[in-house]
């Protein structure tokens, strides 16, 4: 379980991140809804490692997260822009990271690697470069890569913003495959097609602070009770 309490972040007088409080279940998946510039990519960013906060406190499964740890193995990030490794083949964007990181051999990195491309549908542009690959084909390469160094999490940024609707719904399908797969997922996106498409906790935000959550079940069932959700999914 991912509990966070209190959780803020400041840059200079700017409020990035208000006394977040959240708690995530494990194989659960939770989409943080939101413009841009409300704190919700800067939340996944901390999760991973990747920013710090200055107060509150991280605890996964009863162990407090150090607010300063530079890389935490619990937790995978797929970027916005996939962050590949453009110099790289295809199969070499997941078999690097596990030589240099987890210290696998070529062999058993390649092994692995070759096991989620053929799950990803990649396996036949293993020696292409990523250039080749078109975005739905990159968005998948960045899971792969992702789920190779066996995260317990899985934060995935705008998952959707370069996508076509038929490739959103491929790419919802691997979610909710992700979380039946035993991953908890959390998103952060302005989209919300996902939110239609997902067993999911909604929690929108607004300058940096959580203002309403609910699960789409419930949503959908009573959208009046949930106004400010429902005026952001209208566009209102």
Known sequence: MLILTNVAKKINDRIILHAINLTIEPRSIHIFLGSSGVGKSTLLRILCGLETYDSGTISLDGTQLSPTIAHRKAFGMVFQHFNLFKHLTVLNNISFPLQKILNYSKEAAEKIAYELLRKYGLES???QSVADLSGGQKQRLAIGRTLALSP????????????????TSYIA????????????????????????????????????????????????????????????????
């Open 125 to 127: 542009h293993a020696d």
């Open 152 to 167: 317990q999490i899985i934060c995935m940024d705008e998952p959707t913003s370069a996508l076509d609707p038929l490739l």
């Open 173 to 236: 399908t691997t979610i909710e495959a992700l979380a039946q797969e035993g991953y908890t997922v959390i998103i952060a996106t302005h989209d919300t097609f996902l939110i239609e498409k997902l067993n999911c906790i909604i929690h929108l935000m607004s300058q940096g602070s959580i203002i309403e959550s609910a699960s789409n079940a419930d949503y959908k069932k009573h959208p009046e009770q949930y106004q400010k959700l429902d005026a952001f999914i209208r566009g209102q």
